[in-house]
Structure formats: structure tokens, C-alpha cells
């Protein structure tokens, strides 16, 4: 069964400077979709970036893009000139395929601190 | 309505009472899902519905049912509920095989 590990339940970074939060999978497919959602304290989910696994090209959002390394099934995420606005929860998920049906599997998410 | 709305926003219940959270999209997405977001836990998968007339079993289905009579409506029942259903219940869609899901607001439920 496929998983999605986020090691890191909390990170923080300075206000205008970089952060990578990491997300590992572990699958047997080759054609999937990798995504990171964010979720404000609001507790709206909203679509940060996605990734398809058959593009070699790391997805990229304005400030934000990935790391996605196929082989080594790591997709981690990168936000640049961090912003107050960006603290939130950061979910990685994996979407598969089986037999037609487009299940998600979501990790256990990582709470990012941003500091004025 | 633009988008996906859930109703209730929150709700206290007792336990062994029937609930029912609904959940509608205006998106005419064919796939619908239900999520409980625990702490530490992520986000799991309780149903879903591929297309209208259609529903199947996630990764935490047990206390929970769903039904799929149209494609815009994708109502959650808990026919009595427990405790541990105490959770915050997101309901999301997708066209399948676009692959972005489209959540709802939530619904925060207590069971006492």
C-alpha cells in the first residue's frame, strides 16, 4: 500500500528567508500525481503546487516550487521570501490509481512558524 | 454557490444520535470524497464516489455511510454516533481524471 511520510511535524523560519519542508512516498506505480496543500488556521485546504510524476520538470508556484526526486521518491517544498501569511499546515499527498478510482493519501502534515 | 459548502459549519451531538453532514458542489465534478482530519493523523479517507449512483470504501469507512443520487449532492451519515467520531469532517471533489481535489470548508463535529 502506498504511504505518505512527512517527517517533520513542525518547522520554523525568519521572515523573508527560505524554508524546505520534506515529504517522502513509498510506491510501486509509475505514473502518479504529488501535491502540497496548505491549511490556514482558517482550516481551508487550498492547493499549494502539484507535480505529475512523468514530468522531470520540478513544479514551480511564484515563491514556491519542489524538489521532486522520482527514484529517491522525495517531494519536498521549498518557500522562498517567506511571508507572515505563509504559516499554516503544509500537507503532502499522493494521488494513485486503482482501478479507476483517483484515491488521495495524505501525510500527517507539517505546522510551519513564520517569525516576524 | 461557488464551489464546494458543507453544512453544518459545526455541531455538537450526543452519542448513539443519527447525523447526517452534507456536503454540495456546483463544480459538476464527477468524483466526490470524504475526509476526518484527526491531529497527528492527517487527513484519512472515510468514502468516496466516483461518478453518480457510485460509492466506495476508504481507508476508515466503518461507522459511516454515504450515498451518490446526484452528482452535485454527497451526504455523510453517521447512523449512531460515538466518540471517537469526534473530528473535523472535509468534503472534497474532483473531475477524476484532472487530478486536482477541491475541498470544502469543514465541518467540526463533537460527539459527547
Known amino acids: 500500500a502506498q504511504t505518505v511520510t512527512q517527517s517533520q511535524p513542525e518547522m520554523s523560519v525568519q521572515e523573508a528567508e527560505t524554508v524546505t519542508l520534506s515529504c517522502t512516498y513509498d510506491?510501486?506505480?509509475?505514473?502518479?500525481?504529488l501535491f502540497w496543500y496548505k491549511q490556514p488556521p482558517s482550516r481551508q485546504m487550498i492547493l499549494v503546487i502539484r507535480q505529475e510524476a512523468y514530468k522531470q520538470q520540478n513544479a514551480t508556484e511564484n515563491r514556491f516550487s519542489v524538489n521532486f526526486q522520482k527514484a529517491a521518491k522525495s517531494f519536498s517544498l521549498k518557500i522562498s521570501d517567506s511571508q507572515l501569511g505563509d504559516a499554516a499546515m503544509y500537507f503532502c499527498?499522493?494521488?494513485?490509481?486503482?482501478?479507476?478510482?483517483?484515491?488521495?493519501?495524505f501525510g500527517t502534515g507539517t505546522r510551519l512558524k513564520v517569525l516576524a | 454557490i461557488a464551489g464546494i459548502t458543507q453544512a453544518p459549519t459545526s455541531q455538537i451531538l450526543a452519542a448513539g444520535r443519527r447525523m447526517t453532514l452534507r456536503c454540495t458542489q456546483d463544480?459538476?465534478?464527477?468524483?466526490m470524497y470524504w475526509y476526518r482530519q484527526d491531529l497527528g493523523l492527517g487527513l484519512r479517507l472515510i468514502h468516496y464516489?466516483?461518478?453518480?449512483?457510485?460509492?466506495g470504501k476508504g481507508e476508515v469507512p466503518d461507522g459511516y455511510s454515504v450515498s451518490r443520487a446526484n452528482t452535485d449532492d454527497f451526504p455523510l451519515t453517521l447512523a449512531s454516533a460515538v466518540p471517537s467520531q469526534t473530528s473535523v469532517y472535509f468534503c472534497?471533489?474532483?473531475?477524476?481524471?484532472?487530478?486536482?481535489?477541491?475541498f470544502g470548508p469543514g465541518t467540526r463535529l463533537t460527539v459527547l
Open positions: 463544480m459538476r465534478h464527477n468524483a
Open positions: 472534497a471533489s474532483s473531475t477524476g481524471v484532472e487530478d486536482t481535489q477541491y
Open positions: 464516489s466516483n461518478t453518480a449512483g457510485t460509492t
Open positions: 510506491t510501486s506505480e509509475s505514473d502518479y500525481y
Open positions: 499527498a499522493y494521488r494513485h490509481t486503482t482501478s479507476g478510482t483517483y484515491k488521495y493519501i
